[in-house]
């Protein structure tokens, strides 16, 4: 009987021996804590072996690429002409056309005098005249000449003198090589007595 009570012991312990060897060698996961009243979700691990898919997918959107800012094209400059531009030089007829300005505006004060003197009479001298005279090469010299009235609406004492306030004397330059004679008209333009216009019109070989 003693035997068989040892026989007994050593097979319990046997039994627990290889009871505690399953157990160290199992490694259950232990369940999540769970706050009291509070609903926790758990998803469940992917199987192995298998990607685990976190949702669907997620396209990232493509950047557009930046583009350079487009380079200017150097400024083209043409080549300025040497010394700069180049110097005007007048003509004979444009020689011709300054002196005839010239005279026409020393004539200015004779005429204004005219019209002082017509306003002094009571003459209203008012509108739009032309005044034309000649000037002719006489031995080397441009000398003008014969003065008239092309059309005037003042009254003829006032005409009379300012045909008379250019009607002689010589331009501070000769005549174009090959012309002998020019005739020139004058504008004379005039509002209640004042003068708004007095210039040189037009110059024409005849």
Known sequence: MRLIAIGALLVGALVVALLLQVTSHTDPTPAPAVSPGHATSVTPAA?????????PAVHARAMPAAHA???LAPAVTSPSPEGGKPKHIDT???????SLMRAVRTSEPA??????????????????AVFGFYVTE?????????AGVD??????????????????????QQLPEGQTEFRVLRELIVDKGTITT?????????
Not at 161 to 170: D, M, R, T, Y
């Open 47 to 55: 199987p192995s072996g298998t990607s685990a898919v976190a949702g």
């Open 69 to 71: 800012a487009p380079s």
């Open 92 to 98: 004979p007829t444009d020689i011709l056309r300054w």
């Open 111 to 128: 005429v204004i005098d005219c019209l002082d003197r017509a306003k002094a009479a009571g003459t209203v001298v008012d509108g739009r």
């Open 138 to 146: 006489t031995n080397g010299k441009a000398v003008i000449s014969r």
């Open 151 to 172: 059309t005037s609406a003042y009254p003829d004492a006032v005409n009379t003198c300012i045909v008379a306030a250019l009607s002689g004397g010589e331009l501070d």
């Open 198 to 206: 007095y210039k040189l019109k037009s110059f024409l070989a005849p």
